[in-house]
């Protein structure tokens, strides 16, 4: 697979601040202050800062229309001064600062979070006080499949009665006849996690599609669906690209999350997948969608990643490359032990954090492995993050 390199010149230029009245106290978009190339540069300089030491960093991948780019939103709701208002938390607080569109949010999301504020006290509905744990709406969570087209939206409730679902539901499907699938989860913990266990399908599937790299995707909504699908297809394609998987190659996917990069993988090289993921309803939905796309090449398996490979190592298992997309907090020293270990030829690591990005490159070329390739790709435009793709491979 080839990837097209985006010319990061042809870009259009974004001003400074980008107008977003909420820009200071928001303080999601931690890069608004410079426009867009200078953001692209920012990031640049960063990986090269913390990955340089490793080998040559290419050019960071940007986007040519940097706006609206999360398929995922999710607003939080409170009652103040007897009004419910809704939007994001200010960083590292439980404040709300009142959104009611985002220079990063699908514009049609935003929309459906505002109709429900709105529709809230036709119904004598109230917002979910964390403090005493009373009231009732607590998040909303909007994914749209930008390919698909799918919207599912995700009521989050202190309780688990719902006052007038019914007449609720046919309000806001009337206003929104696009929304595909509604689910009333519940969250009645003291907790900062949005999302309880229970969950009820109030209408359609409870999951969405979407399509990523020809293949379809179902999505539930406790499972992890990067939020950009344009540099998405471009992150997947870097990464595919650098694994040169050949038919006869055992590979493991990692942090496979619903088996996105696996099963694209499996697909296209025809290598023999095994996919290791800790939450259920993603494991669950990678099984799914391996079926969906006639791919038989690919196993999944529930498990702690570290857990599941000093089990294989013990066992003897050999991968000839392995993909790994941890979450932020990197990857652990059972997992990479066990790299070393089991010895695959090829490592592809692909990181949203270059400072654990950092460390775990530094364990892995010290024990074995060579870094030959680190390609920056920007997921996440206004924001300081960035996403990284890392090949290694075994020293000879
Ligand atoms: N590769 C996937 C998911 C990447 S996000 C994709 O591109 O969509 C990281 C994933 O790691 C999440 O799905 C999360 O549930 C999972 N995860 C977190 N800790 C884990 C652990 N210790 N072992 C296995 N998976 C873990």
Not at 46 to 75: S, T
Not at 132 to 161: A, I, K, N, P
Request: glycine residues 8%; hydrophobic residues 40%; proline residues 3%.
């Amino acid at each position: 697979m080839k990837t097209d390199k985006t010319k990061n010149t042809k870009r259009k230029k974004e001003g400074k601040g980008n107008g977003c009245p909420l820009y200071k106290k928001c303080g999601g978009c931690q890069l608004q202050n410079m426009n867009y190339e200078e953001q692209l540069s920012f990031k640049q300089v960063k990986c090269i800062k913390a990955l340089g030491k490793f080998g040559h960093v290419e050019e960071i991948i940007g986007m040519d229309n940097p706006v609206h780019y999360r398929n995922k939103v999710q607003a939080a709701f409170k009652n103040v001064n007897g009004k419910v208002i809704s939007g994001v938390y200010q960083s590292a607080s439980h404040r709300i600062v009142p959104v009611t569109e985002c220079l990063l949010e699908d514009e049609f999301a935003d929309e459906i979070i505002v109709f429900v504020r709105k529709l809230l006290p036709q119904f004598r509905l109230n917002a979910y006080n964390e403090d005493t744990g009373r009231g009732f709406l607590r998040h909303v969570l909007v994914r749209r499949g930008f390919s698909s087209g799918e919207v599912m939206v995700v009521l989050v409730t202190g309780t688990e009665l719902f006052p007038k679902k019914k007449e609720f539901l046919g309000a806001l499907l009337k206003a929104f006849p696009e929304i595909t699938t509604v689910v009333q989860n519940v969250n009645n913990s003291k907790t900062s996690m949005v999302l309880g266990k229970k969950e009820f399908v109030l209408y359609g599937n409870g999951y969405i599609e979407d399509t990523l790299c020809s293949c379809k995707f179902r999505i539930s909504p406790r499972s992890f669906y990067q939020i950009n699908p344009v540099q998405t297809e471009i992150l997947y394609k870097t990464a595919i690209d650098f694994a040169a998987l050949k038919k006869s190659d055992r590979v493991l996917d990692a942090y496979c999350g619903t088996g996105t990069i696996g099963i694209v993988a499996a697909k296209s090289s025809g290598a023999k997948v095994v996919g290791v993921e800790l939450n259920s309803d993603a494991v669950s939905d990678a099984v799914f969608n391996a079926r969906e796309n006639n791919v038989e090449n690919a196993e999944f398996y529930c498990a702690d990643a570290g857990r599941f490979m000093v089990e294989a190592a013990a066992q003897g298992e050999k991968f000839n490359a392995v993909f790994m997309d941890p979450p932020r907090a990197g990857s652990d020293l059972n997992f990479l032990k066990s790299i070393v270990k089991t010895a695959p030829e090829r490592v592809v690591y692909v990181s949203c954090s270059v400072e654990t990005l950092e460390r775990d490159l530094l364990f892995l070329s010290k024990n074995g492995y060579r870094v030959k390739k680190i390609q920056p790709v920007d997921m996440f435009p206004h924001t300081n993050h960035v996403e990284c793709v890392v090949l290694l491979s075994r020293k000879k």
